[in-house]
């Protein structure tokens, strides 16, 4: 999994799913509006997200 730094690049524009971390919790969330939205609530913004990364496809898959 390759994280990468808010401040190198964001993901697209659009809903996408995500893994995001601050360097001390790693959580699911998406990519909604410009902004990171916990991923059972996206009316929650997350604002401690300094690191994002894709999800990792199925098992089988690289």
């Known amino acids: 999994m390759k994280w990468v730094s808010v401040g190198d690049e964001l993901p697209r524009e659009g809903r996408t ?11 699911p969330a998406w990519w ?4 990171f939205s916990a991923f059972c609530d996206r009316n929650l913004p997350l604002r401690w997200v300094t690191h994002w990364s894709r999800f990792p496809g199925p098992p089988g898959h690289y």
């Open 17 to 27: 799913a995500v893994m995001v971390s601050n360097g001390h919790t790693v959580a």
């Open 32 to 35: 909604v509006d410009g902004g």
